[in-house]
């Protein structure tokens, strides 16, 4: 194609866009548009239609127009992949002059497009100053509500220590006797769950502790451990035998809390003596560590029934006077049923208690804490109370 038909269809293209009022800026990117798809060979075939308001230019050119060289023309024409390119440009209200000579029409149409490249990057300056300013604003929320969630994490942390504190009471002054506990519930986010433990001086100087583990987890079986281990506590205090304490406590609780369910363990500690007595209901077997390197789990002649069971209380009671340096672990089923095998954890338990006998007392539950749950394939509340007799 020569110069003069490119020309010629630049000037088509202007007659037509300046008829039907097209913006200037529009215009400029159509006539480039033709400009470069003008090339060399026949002259490309040029019609133009006005309705709806829109003005439609199309080009027929003497080769086919790929989508990718389409999509690199400053104004995109219709879809395809053909030799006709159709353009659908907005008209205007009036008619607009455009200059006679190309020269001039090209600069007034390079002009309108510096014009409008200006104006974008007006725009865009705006736009990155306001997403600069939202940013900020943004940015200061964030550290806002990570400064308040931190303020709650930590008034929950307060909160949570000050319950461990009122659920697990500190061991008491047992003299001839060392006392240790591991506590940890089976949910991370909550401070305690069904187990619970409560242990006390009576009034004779012998020492008393209640283990138990009420069914089910989080804030509802807490309430129900707590109402065992406190009414076992009063009754003890008042004076109700030792045998009985299960059985009287589980009449008591019966119309109080009909559903609840719990297995409890007991313990009465004489310091002048070594000797040691359990009540059990329902719940695993003390283990005993003797001085000597042999363990054996303390089982009753007859078993008894935890409380909101059939025929609550303990039937038969389990004594033992201990030696100097002897052990004694309590705990809750948690300790032995990680790997879902309850007669295996307690042959691992006593194989723990046997290896870590001689460690202090203090550090003891948390030993065999960490190395019976080193695989947890059923996550429990878990308590672990150590109890070693060291006569003064």
């Not at 604003?137 to 994490?153: K, N, S, T």
């Not at 020492?207 to 009420?214: G, N, P």
């Not at 359990?278 to 000597?292: D, I, K, Q």
Request: hydrophobic residues 40%; proline residues 6%; aromatic residues 4%.
């Amino acid at each position: 194609m020569t110069d003069d038909h490119t020309g010629r269809l630049r000037h088509l293209a202007r007659e037509a866009c300046a008829a039907a009022g097209v913006p200037a800026e529009q215009r400029a990117r159509l006539v480039l548009a033709v400009t470069l798809l003008a090339g060399t060979g026949p002259a490309p075939g040029f019609s133009t239609t006005v309705a709806d308001g829109r003005l439609s230019i199309t080009l027929e050119t003497h080769r086919p127009i790929g989508q990718r060289e389409r999509n690199a023309l400053p104004l995109f024409p219709t879809a395809g992949e053909g030799t006709i390119l159709t353009w659908h440009l907005t008209t205007g209200a009036e008619p607009v002059t455009v200059a006679a000579d190309d020269e001039t029409a090209t600069r007034d149409e390079m002009l309108a497009l510096v014009a409008r490249a200006d104006a974008i990057s007006k725009d865009q300056r705006e736009l990155k100053h306001e997403l600069a300013e939202t940013n900020s604003g943004v940015l200061a929320m964030y550290v806002e509500l990570e400064e308040r969630g931190e303020q709650l994490r930590n008034a929950h942390a307060v909160i949570f220590r000050e319950l461990e504190d009122a659920l697990r009471p500190p061991p008491p002054r047992a003299d001839a006797f060392e006392l240790a506990v591991h506590y940890a519930p089976s949910q991370q986010d909550s401070p305690t769950g069904g187990d619970l433990y409560d242990w006390f001086v009576l009034p004779d100087g012998n020492v008393h502790i209640t283990l138990v583990d009420a069914v089910g987890h989080g804030v509802t079986s807490t309430r129900h451990a707590l109402t065992v281990t406190h009414a076992i506590r009063t009754l003890a205090l008042e004076g109700h035998p030792f045998r009985d304490l299960i059985a009287h406590t589980a009449r008591t609780l019966a119309t109080i809390e009909p559903d609840l369910m719990a297995t409890v363990l007991l313990a009465r500690l004489n310091p002048a003596t070594g000797d040691v007595t359990f009540a059990n209901g329902s719940h695993p077997r003390p283990v005993l560590a003797t001085a000597g390197g042999e363990t054996e789990l303390l089982v009753a002649s007859t078993s008894g029934r935890g409380i909101g069971f059939p025929d609550p209380g303990s039937h038969s009671l389990v004594h033992r006077t201990l030696a100097d340096g002897d052990l004694l672990v309590i705990y809750t089923d948690g300790l032995v049923e990680s790997r879902k095998d309850f007669l295996e954890g307690e042959e691992r338990l006593l194989a723990a208690a046997r290896r870590n006998a001689g460690r202090p007392t203090a550090k003891i539950p948390d030993l065999l804490a960490t190395e019976m749950l080193d695989i947890v394939l059923h996550a429990d509340d878990t308590v672990v109370i150590a109890i070693r007799y060291r006569p003064r």
